[in-house]
């Protein structure tokens, strides 16, 4: 393999969503060196997190029935108790809802939890508070979906925050999704909410570090306890 080749193999992709930002970027970079030096360094720097922040690395996803992956990067906020959105249709009782927040610094590109048919897909308008904050589930901009899978039902929820201000889907109601496939992506920062159909354990805990197409969230297959976790 050539030294080129070689390169190309580590480079992670860039995500075409990310390409006109990446420009814009650019061509600020270059009118601030035009009007001062050190300016155009803070251009190309911005420019280098903007291309950080729309990569679209490969991921391996582990494929069994029953398993759920976790559908972005980011850490595990919250493992509550709730009803989900009314607009979902999903359940008018409280469902384990597995929270996972995405910093500026995590890769945005977000993946299917489970296989399945996406029965519904709802778009609200609403706040840009802090998506770390429980109540941005029921107050912010959000897109939600529900996937109908062989292990059941599940939600999944995109959340605007602060500064995320896009929620963009790649996919339609009535399409199908395999497990690890992409459905969307939120630009510059926020949640995304994954709700378990009744019974299904979560196998993280709050604080973990969740990485989308790989880290199993839950099993619907699994009927042990749920697990506790130490902060070492």
């Known amino acids: ?3 080129v080749n070689s390169i190309r193999a580590q480079a992670t992709p860039i995500h075409r969503e990310g390409w006109p930002f990446i420009a814009g970027f650019a061509v600020l970079a270059l009118i601030l060196g035009w009007i001062w030096g050190p ?27 029953g398993l759920v992956i976790s559908p972005a990067d980011g850490h595990v906020s919250q493992i509550v108790a709730c009803v989900p959105p009314a607009e979902l249709g999903l359940s008018d009782t409280p469902l384990t809802r597995v929270s996972i927040f995405m910093n500026v610094f995590d890769c945005h590109v977000n993946r299917a ?16 508070l802090n998506a770390e904050l429980h109540k941005a589930s029921d107050d912010n901009e959000r897109s939600g979906m529900v996937i109908d ?55 993280v805990g709050e604080g973990q570090k969740a990485v989308a197409g790989e880290t199993v969230l ?6 042990d306890p749920a697990r506790s976790f130490a902060k070492i």
């Open 39 to 65: 300016l155009g360094w803070i251009g190309w720097i911005l420019t280098a997190w903007c291309t950080y922040f729309f990569r679209d690395p490969v991921r391996t996803t582990p494929v069994r029935e």
């Open 1 to 3: 393999m050539s030294i």
């Open 113 to 128: 939890p489970v296989s399945g048919r996406i029965s519904r897909m709802v778009y609200r308008p609403g706040l840009f």
């Open 149 to 203: 899978s062989m292990g059941g039902r599940y939600g999944v929820v995109q959340i605007a925050g602060l500064i995320a201000r896009r929620i963009v889907p790649f996919v339609k109601e009535g399409e199908t999704l395999a497990v690890g496939e992409r459905f969307g992506l939120i630009r510059f920062g926020s949640r995304v909410d994954v709700y378990l159909p009744d019974g299904v354990r979560p196998l």
């Open 218 to 223: 839950a099993d619907a297959r699994m009927s």
